[in-house]
């Protein structure tokens, strides 16, 4: 299904219709990128990400400057995560950063998806630029949180965790995350362990 859906896209994505919605129609000819880009983030923030990733894909077919198509390949990656369609998301990731290698956002969603494939190191490799370019991401040090836990670097997973709570102090996945890693480094420190060579197997 999730191969159909991208080849459709890929050869027929002006064709795609809108589904009926009380707040979305399908987009006039003349509307500017301007018009089309609220449409499609209305959509997207609405949770109607196919129907985002059809305006978006119609966005990118216009002229625009490489900093503006870099936003939009952004966006459009995005949903198609939302999707699960992560050979697209990451298509539209690559782009991205073949347009601007200091957008902190498209290394920080390509490290995302790298680690949903559960490709840790190619995801901890991203999210080391992203955060390198913008130290204060909240969604970047959460994310390597994450994969510092699931690799068994505990000490280096809480550390994240805690500067994206201070970002974000009432972020529950942060809080929650952050209440097991102490957990762990209690343990660990208990039996006089390393937690950092711990196994992960059990995250």
């Known amino acids: ?16 219709e809108y589904e009926d919605h009380p707040k979305i129609k399908k987009p006039k000819q003349n509307l500017s990128i301007d018009d ?3 449409e499609a983030l ?3 923030n609405d949770n109607q990400f196919r ?6 894909s119609r966005i990118l077919t216009m002229p625009m400057k490489k900093e503006v198509k870099g936003i939009i390949l952004i966006h459009r990656g995005m949903a198609y995560f939302a999707e699960s369609f ?8 690559n782009r991205a950063i073949e347009i601007d290698d200091h957008n902190a956002k498209a290394y920080c969603y390509r490290g ?3 680690k949903m494939q559960k490709e840790y190191s190619k995801a901890l490799e991203d999210l080391n630029r ?5 130290p204060f991401d909240f969604d970047a040090l959460y994310a390597r949180a994450q994969v510092y836990y699931k690799t068994g670097r505990f000490s280096a997973a ?30 660990a420190a208990e039996s006089g362990s390393d937690e950092d060579s711990e196994s992960s197997k059990t995250a």
């Open 1 to 16: 299904m999730q191969n159909g859906f991208l080849r459709h896209t890929a050869h027929n994505q002006e064709k795609l």
């Open 112 to 114: 995302i998806v790298y």
């Open 36 to 38: 089309l880009l609220l």
């Open 86 to 93: 992560f050979d697209a998301a990451m298509q539209d990731f």
């Open 158 to 187: 809480r550390t994240d965790c805690i500067e994206a709570l201070n970002i974000d102090p009432e972020s529950r996945q942060a809080k929650n995350l952050c209440s097991i890693l102490d957990n762990r480094l209690s343990t």
């Open 130 to 134: 992203s955060v390198e370019i913008k």
């Open 51 to 56: 129907k985002a990733i059809s305006v978006y």
């Open 42 to 44: 209305y959509a997207h």
